[in-house]
């Protein structure tokens, strides 16, 4: 199993799975789930607001830092903050909704948001927040998941990208004769093939460019078709086209890393990339920069890494689709007093200097436009220069339905190329024929 991002918030968590992503209000599973942890209770006197969160600790840090903030400027409002494990906040949500007993806040990742807004379920932005043109301050990547029909339903905290730059050992390099990182397409393959040591019994002594992780494989995907010029969706914009030039193209490319150019393989190592590279085993590994905080906290003793910037495939403009990260929706059946309140919460935690203050705490990319290359959060954490140059050429990846069987459709087709179970038009012809059924059976008729 590899280690995503929703694995590493989650940690413990079986992550996200499909309840959130299919229709909010079916049944979930069985049993009760755990009341969380309880960080403040309501207080007389006060406008209570009631707030949920997963349990991720720098994103409680983070949480709780502007709980403290907003409460000092507006000491007659209180938030009523709890969070819990990850996959039980799915489920909770879904089950809340659906008996009317939500939180007035919820911090929800941007995926879910869209079939939450598609069921009326969340309040629309104000006004009063949003201003007349209600998206314009976010990347679009961050914000795409949070409007639906035009409308804006929540306001994203980071912009959740997993393309755009990669670990990087200089120490592994120079031992192979490697005194630069890559700068094309063509430096990064060859930098892979010279970095991959191999055993007398086919096992991986070093893996030269680590990509195989789930995410990465389709993000990959995605990107190089994007910056072949071609797209990923259909016509209709609801199913997905894979038997585009610019597609085959781009998934034989890819495919060819681990059959031709043999820089990877899914049989080589067990674990994950990020894990491979962290203990010295992966001269690169293709991952978004919220691994180079959690890298740095799971192997402290670990020094020689770069983060990178990853070549474009064709061009000389990394396009890529990102899924729109977390952030806060309200409750469109909260009493409206509270949703005043809750707002004006959302709102302060928007404001460029909070916002600045919850992505360097929470370790993420922000999704203000206005935070693109600030010094202040440069300064504290560098490698966040490698995202920050590519914000702009960044899409969101779109309604996917069901982000666990989309992106598992996409992996085992690749799995299928690597093991020549399958050539790689059939393989991928399979996957879009998967992927496609999914959807029409979470549209309906």
Known sequence: MTLSRRGFLGRSAAGLSAVAAGSVLAGCSSGSAPEGTVVSKPVDGKLNVTWWSHNNPSFVTANTTMIKRFEAENPGIHIV?????????????????????????????????????????????????????PTSRFWPAAVGAYTHRGKLYGVPHEYNLENGGILYNPKLARKAGITEPPATWADLVEAGERLTRIDSKGRADQVGYAFTGNDSITFTFLSMILQLGGDFWADDGVHVDFHSPQARK??????????????????????????????GRAAMAHQGPWVVASGRADFPKFTDLAYIAEPPYAGDTLKFAAESGWGEVVNAKADPKVREAAWKFVGFMARPDNARIWNLTSATVPALKELQDDKQMLAKA????????????????????????????????????????????????????????MIDEKIGP
């Open 81 to 133: 903050y709890q969070y819990f494990p990850y996959d039980v906040l799915a489920r909770k949500l879904q089950a809340a909704y659906r008996a009317r007993n939500v939180a007035d806040i919820q911090q929800m990742f941007g995926t879910w948001v869209t079939e939450y807004a598609v069921n009326q379920l969340l309040d629309e932005v104000p006004s009063s927040l949003s201003g007349s043109e």
């Open 382 to 437: 560098p490698y966040l220069k490698v995202p920050f140059g590519v914000l702009p050429h960044g899409r969101w990846v779109g309604r996917v339905h069901d982000r666990d069987e989309f992106w598992t459709y996409i992996h085992d087709a690749f799995v299928s190329v690597e093991l020549h179970r399958q050539d790689p038009v059939t393989a991928i012809a399979e996957a879009e024929k998967q992927i496609n059924l």
């Open 250 to 279: 781009a998934w034989i490319d890819e495919t060819e890393l681990v059959t031709k150019h043999k820089v990877d393989n899914t049989t080589w190592y067990t674990g994950d990339p990020y894990t491979m590279f962290f203990r």
